[in-house]
């Protein structure tokens, strides 16, 4: 048994809901079975606050996500917001920084036997296994703005400790991985790249155990579709890293398969899937909700379940192989049909577990 877990669900906008409520199906299974006593709070945010407080991160769910242990987020916007005074992603953008999550992870591999998902030939893609580690809350996506009629500008500014701290979390993900770092920037023309540059290759020398290299951002975006076998861990600042992880989704297969985890100085953790709320898709049961179920899995190994967190990747996985599909994937199988498969996986492992332990105890 452990303490009990508040889990805030953010389910959001478009397809947001869908995936949301399969990923904490199969989130209340895994408590259930294993005693992990979570419990889920479900606070409006992105267009649905909108709608129904006239915010995006209305003050009730941001209290919540601070005083939760983890969150968990479907996604954000639509074409509906798009004339609001404050639109759906500014209170995604607002969430990041009011809990100060600097850091985010967004791993993207070939499932092996599902290489025929990837539309890279098999040769390039087989055995490719990536981590972004995206800065979050700093650099263009912040800095001051303005918008005229006839001029606009956004600024762009890092400072060295905000490079510093994403550093080092990006090489402690190498050595656990195979201990190689990527950092990406565009040094060639861009000050903030120069000064990220330039702070990388210093921490870089606190981790002798790891070996960095850098690319520039244009050429990292080709040598991650021509050789993403070349990669182990990628560092680069919040914009390159959205643009990036995105075209990343290709080498797995599909952007529905993608899951997250943003953390920062210690508080609650958020974790969603890498995709948005695919309204040409929504309210039609046919996303698909691994993504957001293998952020769930993220969630729980966050907080110290690894057991069930394997249990689920693997499950989702499984699912897969046997041909278990949604329309992204070419396949017919609806969004709610895939949770449920993934669930019923679970069970029947737990079923095999227990019965092969009771052939050992009683022999
Ligand atoms: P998107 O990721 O929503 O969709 C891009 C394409 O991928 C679409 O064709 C969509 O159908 C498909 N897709 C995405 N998720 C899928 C899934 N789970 N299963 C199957 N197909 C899936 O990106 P977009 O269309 O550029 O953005 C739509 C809205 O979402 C915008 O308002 C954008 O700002 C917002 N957005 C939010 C987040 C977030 O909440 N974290 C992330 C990205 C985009
Ligand atoms: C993402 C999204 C967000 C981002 C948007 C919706 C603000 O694209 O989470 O990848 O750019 O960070
Ligand atoms: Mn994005």
């Not at 400790?161 to 770092?181: D, M, N, S, T, Y």
């Not at 540059?197 to 210093?202: M, Q, Y």
């Not at 949604?326 to 669930?343: N, P, Q």
């Amino acid at each position: 048994m452990s303490d009990r877990c508040t889990v805030v669900i953010l389910p959001g906008d478009g397809i947001g809901p869908e995936v949301t409520a399969e990923a904490v199906a199969v989130l209340a299974l895994l408590s259930d079975r294993f005693g992990l006593d979570l419990v889920f709070d479900e606070q409006r945010f992105g267009g649905a606050a909108i709608d129904g407080d006239g915010e995006p991160l209305p003050p009730a769910t941001l209290a919540a996500c601070r005083a939760a242990d983890a969150i968990l987020l479907g996604a954000v916007g639509g074409p509906e917001w798009d004339g609001a005074k404050e639109r759906p992603e500014q209170g995604l953008l607002k969430l990041r920084t009011e809990l100060g999550l600097f850091a985010n992870l967004r791993p993207a591999r070939i499932i092996p036997g599902l290489e025929i998902f990837s539309p890279l030939r098999p040769e390039i893609a087989t055995g490719a296994d990536v981590l972004v580690v995206r800065e979050l809350t700093g650099g263009i996506y912040f800095g001051e703005k303005t918008l005229g009629d006839d001029a606009a500008s956004d600024l762009c500014s890092y400072s060295r400790a905000e490079v510093e701290r994403i550093a080092h979390v990006a090489f402690r993900a190498a050595q656990k991985r195979r201990g190689k770092l990527t950092s990406v920037d565009k040094a060639n023309v861009l000050a903030t790249s120069k000064l990220w540059r330039r702070t990388v290759e210093d921490v870089a020398r606190g981790y002798p155990d790891v070996a960095l290299d850098h690319l520039y951002v244009d050429a990292a975006a080709m040598a991650l579709v021509t050789h993403p076998t070349r990669f182990d861990v990628i560092l680069t600042e919040n914009m390159f890293g959205d643009i990036l992880s995105d075209e990343m989704s290709v080498i797995a297969g599909s952007i529905g398969l993608m899951a997250s985890a943003s953390t920062g100085s210690g508080g609650p953790a958020l974790f969603e899937p890498i995709h948005g709320s695919a309204p040409d898709i929504a309210g039609r049961d046919i996303a698909n909700p691994a993504g957001t179920m293998a952020s769930a899995a993220l969630l729980l190994d966050h907080l110290g379940h690894g057991a069930a967190a394997t249990l689920l990747d693997r499950a989702i996985e499984a699912a897969l192989v046997e041909g278990c599909r949604t329309g992204d994937l070419g396949g017919t199988t609806g969004c709610a049909a895939f949770g449920a498969r993934v669930c019923a996986i679970i069970d029947e492992q737990i079923s095999a577990t227990y019965r092969r332990e009771k052939v050992q105890i009683s022999a």
